[in-house]
């Protein structure tokens, strides 16, 4: 089993987030040992989503407005529509993920959440994958999208959708072993 404690994990997310892509990789990561905090745009509480159908509500540990990212030791980016589409437009995720990604953190995102990467200008260059709907955002971003249930870029992890998180949190895991490493080895 990979071994994560003492790292620190941020989670972006906000009403309207795939409930598997969020759940099951925040389970991996805490069975691994990690902390993991859910920041949101909103606090008490963030509704789930099953595809289109409600499901379960999720505690927010900590309003983003009162997160800084040199806080954190990795990125963990949910998926669902609403959930990306929301955040993406928000100023304070762009610049979350626009001075993790200049920090080098590890960043893993699911589904919609490139979403966040692509307006927060960080995809040019970059492969990756998503759900197939935004493929075009991801190219019209200068970003080279594959259809693969995960893929590794640098310090990128991503995938395409609910059916791929056992490979998405083994490469997530990997990823954010990795990190861990390098800051022993400071």
């Not at 008490?44 to 499901?55: L, M, P, T, V």
């Not at 640098?154 to 954010?176: G, H, Y």
């Amino acid at each position: 089993m990979t071994e994560l404690s003492n790292l620190r994990v941020a989670v972006l997310a906000t009403d309207g987030f795939e409930e598997a892509e969020l759940t099951e990789p925040v389970g991996a990561l805490k069975e691994a040992g990690a902390t993991v905090e859910i920041l949101s745009t909103k606090q008490g509480q963030i509704q789930a989503f099953r595809h289109h159908d409600k499901s379960i509500m999720v505690d927010v540990d900590r309003l983003l407005d009162e997160a800084q990212p040199e806080e954190y030791d990795a990125v963990l980016l949910p998926g669902g529509a609403l959930n990306g589409d929301t955040l993406r437009m928000g100023s304070k995720v762009q610049s979350f993920l626009r001075q993790s990604q200049e920090a080098g953190k590890p960043i893993a995102a699911i589904c919609h959440a490139p979403w966040e990467l692509v307006s927060a200008g960080l995809v040019k260059g970059r492969t990756l994958t998503s759900y197939y709907t935004i493929q075009d955002d991801i190219r019209n971003a200068g970003g080279n999208w594959v259809d693969r249930e995960v893929v590794v870029d640098d310090n990128w992890v991503t995938s395409r959708q609910p059916d791929d998180i056992p490979a998405f949190n083994r490469e997530m895991l990997k990823l954010f072993s990795q990190k861990k490493t390098l800051q022993a080895s400071r």
